[in-house]
Nanobody, 117 residues
Framework: QVQLVESGGGLVQAGGSLRLSCAAS????????MGWYRQAPGKQRELVAT???????NYADSAKGRFTISRDNAKNTVYLQMSSLKPDDTAVYYC???????????WGQGTQVTVSS
């Protein structure tokens, strides 16, 4: 059974930082691409960042220069380091696992990030 468990969300002031973690189990972590997505109230879920098994990254324009995605294959964990947070970053953040980039096979349950002004 595949599980993706996010953690690290919370309430932070604008300009602050958070690091999200997503621990995976039930998959061969080193061969999958991992991604972070987010969904704000009343909006569609959107891409934040992806990281392939070959360590190629892709970021949404809104994340470039502020967020960093990384992975630790020994811990089956993907991270999202977020800095210079803005109220517009407020959303539920989901991690995803993909055997083929762009085709999501598994979702986590999400973690809430709230940025106060």
């Amino acid at each position: 059974q595949v599980q993706l468990v996010e953690s690290g969300g919370g309430l932070v002031q604008a300009g602050g930082s958070l690091r999200l973690s997503c621990a995976a189990s039930g998959i061969v972590f080193s061969v999958v691409a991992m991604g972070w997505y987010r969904q704000a109230p009343g909006k569609q879920r959107e891409l934040v960042a992806t990281l392939t098994s070959a360590y190629r990254t892709n970021y949404a324009d809104s994340a470039k220069g502020r967020f960093t995605i990384s992975r630790d294959n020994a811990k089956n964990t993907v991270y999202l380091q977020m800095s210079s947070l803005k109220p517009d970053d407020t959303a539920v953040y989901y991690c995803a696992a993909m055997y083929k980039l762009g085709q999501i096979d598994y979702w986590g349950q999400g973690t809430q990030v709230t940025v106060s002004s």
